[in-house]
């Protein structure tokens, strides 16, 4: 039965570094993005999918960091 219980507590310490792992990514590049989404609005001509990608990112790293932070405080 330990063997069951330390293989539950390894596959749960593994989720929450997954978790981890996503949310660092998907912060930098969500950083990334908005970054250039700012510059994209001062140019002569903006486009919108800078905008569209920096949105999507963030809410991927909400999204992700909320599901993160419901799994450390349980």
Known sequence: ?????SQDQSESQRKGLQ???LLGFLG???FLAVIQAIINVLRPEPAVWPALLALV????????????RKRRLN
């Open 57 to 68: 990112l963030v809410i991927a790293t909400v999204s992700v960091w909320r599901a993160w």
């Open 28 to 30: 930098f590049f969500s």
């Open 19 to 21: 978790l981890e792992a």
């Open 1 to 5: 039965m330990s063997a069951d219980k």
